[in-house]
Every structure is written in C-alpha cells, then in structure tokens.
C-alpha cells in the first residue's frame, strides 16, 4: 500500500508546489529554501546525533522541554530539528538559537526522506505527537535507525481518518521501537492502529513540564504598570477567525461592565496578524501592535500580539486568559501555557486536540468550558470582579500543571537507552 501512497503523492506532486508558492506569497521562508523540501540541503549538517521533528510551532513548543534535556544531559550529541513550516524554523531558532541545527523535513516522496538520511545520519528519529510519515519512516527502517513517538495522541477522528488507510499505517507504526503516548485513550488508539503494544506506554505530557521564565512576573507587573494596574486585562491566545468573533462580540459587552478592559490578542498564524488588527480596529476600538514597540498605551483598547515566541510574556500579564482554536473548530492549543502561570483558563467547546486537559482544568476548578458568547461574558466578569475566586482558580489551575510534570524524563530514559545501543 505505500507504494500506492507513494504514487499518489508524485501525482500530487504539481499541487503541493503551487501551495508552497502560494503560501510564499505571504511569506518568503515558504519557499526560500525549498531544495530543502526534496532533501537537498546547501549545508553540512552534523551527524551521528538525534533529529527531533516538530510540524509546527505548537509542536516545537510541545518539544521544547525534551530537546531542552538532550542539550543539558547529552551535550555530545548533535541536535537537529526538522519542521514543515517557517514559523516553526523560527520558533526553533528564537527558543535554541545556534544549539541546534534547522532543516525542513522534505516532502513524504521515498527518495527525499532516503537522502535526508544519508545526509544527518542520526542515531535516533524523535516524532512528535500525531506527526505519522509512512515513507520517513520506512527510511529509517532502511538506513537503521530506531524511531520513537514523543509526546503521542490521537483524537478520534484523526483515528477514523487513519482507519480507511490502516495497512499503510500500520506499517508505518508497527516499525517503532517505543512510543510514548500522553492518555491510555491515545495509546490505545495508537496500538489498535498499529503501534507495538508492548513497546507503547503512557507517559503524560511533555507539556506540563515547559519552563518558565524567573523574570516574567517582574515583566508582567512592570508593564501593567504602564497600562494601569488596576485594569481588567484579557488575554487570548493563538485565535483563529471563528475565535475573533466571539472575542469582539464579547469584549464589547464585558466594556459595558468593565469601561477600561485591555484585550491581548495573539493570532495564531502571522499571515494574520494584520486582518486581526483590521477587525479589531473596525470594530471601532484603538490598537497596539506589538511590532511597533508599542505595548499599549493607557488608552489603548486592544494589544496585538504581532510577534512570534512572546506568548507566555502576555499570559503572565492577564488576569484570564483565553485559549483558541476552541470556538473556532480547530481541537484547541495549548491549555497549559496559562495554567503554568497561575491564570484561570477559558476555552470553547472544540477540545479534541487537548480534550483531558481540558477536563483536567474543569475538574481542579482551573478552567472553563465556555459554549456560547454568553458564557465568555459572564466567566470574565465574574473573575473580573472576584479577585478571590480568580486567584483560587489559577491556584488550582498551576497545581494541576506542577503536579503532572516527569514525562520528560521518562521519555529521556528511552533515549538514553536507545542512543547507548544504537
């Protein structure tokens, strides 16, 4: 079946390249290194260490703490990180600078991730979460490298979806010599599909246990300072459209209540950034862009986080924070970036991607489930003007994060078991 797959993509061949055009159209790093996307790399890279894929920036994120350890604990190794996307090429850089080398993982074709082999030369492949590649993975196979799945899920669509193509899956899975699955509902999905059950185990997730920054409460107390220390702030991360509507709609009603709220709106996806400022600033409210150097005037209405990697900053500076891709019917980011910081957290009703986390933070009192514009006015205004109850809720929504750390190490103990024989 993966030769049918495989035949499938050449035939998609002319397709994909007038998306990477397209894409590039709005930004260059689409397709300025895209020899990359065939494998054909310009640059040594160095070889006999580990390769760590991350799709995107989410996935760099959700990464970011086990590749954090490979350069604390195994500083000889090479570290190499392969996204698809420039915004993760960025992220990684913004987070590991020059401690790690970038590629762009070429497209899934049977050569390309044959010569991305022969060019790395890993020790060990390192998959994050839901990334499934049938001819990368028979690559590696090939060329004799162990592969594991770090940080693994799969919601329930995405297995239906994967259930139609199943052969071809589970050949890709069958061959991985250990997956480390967030939920049991994800590893026994993932085993159902394919993935060795005796070498698929549950180990958390990688995200409860991402590093904060010592100095973003001093950041945070000194720009609510600027802004006036006593204003409702709102921030909303990673938003998406159908997030944006509900937002305005609401922001407009909690401002009745509360006339000097500052709403933090951090698109999801910069090709955005400037349609978010538009509907914002046609909803007839000031605006702030970050890009500017201007991080709110007093009398702004509404910041624009137009910047990659400042996220964590601006959920240090709310009182609530709002998580997208939940109205908006994506399956949810990043639930835990503000509960790390002690921010109660709002969310919609599409969940998938994140869905026991969000019942994690519905159950310790640290997070909403919110399913109509209605519920996001009364949530804020009740956490707006209960001091009290906003501080328990983020109390309990930090306890809940510090209490589900150690999947790191747990994954690391499968690399340096893997890296000792390999």
């Known amino acids: 079946m993966r030769k049918a797959y495989s035949l499938l993509l050449y035939l998609a061949l002319p397709f994909m390249l007038v998306y990477l055009g397209f894409r590039g159209l709005k930004d260059q790093g689409w397709t300025s290194r895209w020899r990359e996307r065939f494998a054909f790399y310009r640059e040594p890279t160095p070889t006999g260490g ?37 915004t993760g090429s960025r992220r990684a850089r913004e987070l590991f600078g020059l401690k790690v080398r970038h590629l762009f993982v070429p497209i899934d074709l049977p050569g390309a991730a044959r010569r991305l082999f022969r060019h790395v030369q890993p020790r060990l492949l390192i998959v994050m979460e839901t990334e499934i590649w049938p001819n990368l993975f028979a690559a590696a196979r090939q060329a004799g490298v162990p592969v594991i799945m770090s940080n693994a899920r799969l919601s329930a669509s995405s297995m239906s979806g994967y259930r139609k193509v199943r052969p071809l899956i589970a050949h890709a899975l069958g061959g991985l010599a250990w997956v480390g699955a967030q939920t049991r509902k994800d590893r026994d999905r993932l085993v159902s599909l394919g993935a060795p059950s005796q070498r698929t185990t549950v180990t958390g997730n990688i995200k409860f246990d991402l590093p904060v920054s010592a100095t973003l ?9 600027e802004w006036g220390p006593d204003r409702p702030v709102l921030t909303a991360g990673s938003t998406r459209p159908g997030d944006e509507t509900v937002l305005l709609s609401a922001f407009g009603q909690i401002r009745q209540q509360y006339p000097d709220t500052l709403m933090i709106l951090a698109p999801r996806h910069p090709e955005r950034f400037a349609e978010a400022a538009a509907s914002v600033r046609n909803a007839g409210y000031s605006v702030s862009l970050r890009s500017e150097g201007n991080e709110g005037a007093a009398d702004t209405d509404c910041l624009i986080v137009d910047t990659l990697g400042e996220l964590m900053r601006y959920y240090a500076c709310s009182d609530v924070a709002f998580v997208g891709g939940t109205f908006a019917d994506i399956g949810g980011h990043n639930l835990l970036e503000p509960a790390a910081l002690g921010k109660p957290v709002l969310f919609g009703p599409h969940t998938e991607n994140v869905d026991a986390i969000a019942r994690e933070l519905e159950s310790c009192g640290g997070g909403r489930r919110l399913h109509t514009e209605s519920d996001l006015v009364e949530s804020l205004a009740e956490w707006f003007e209960d001091e009290t109850k906003r501080r328990a809720a983020g109390l309990a929504a930090k306890k809940r994060v510090e209490s589900g750390r150690g999947a790191v190490e747990q994954n690391m103990d499968r690399v340096r078991d893997i890296i000792r024989r390999a």
């Open 50 to 86: 580990v390769v760590v894929h991350a799709a995107s920036v989410g996935e760099i994120n959700a990464a970011s703490p086990l590749v954090a350890a490979l350069l604390r604990d195994m500083p000889e190794v090479p570290v190499t990180l392969t996204t698809f996307t420039p």
């Open 217 to 225: 409460e001093q950041e945070a107390t000194a720009l609510r300072a």
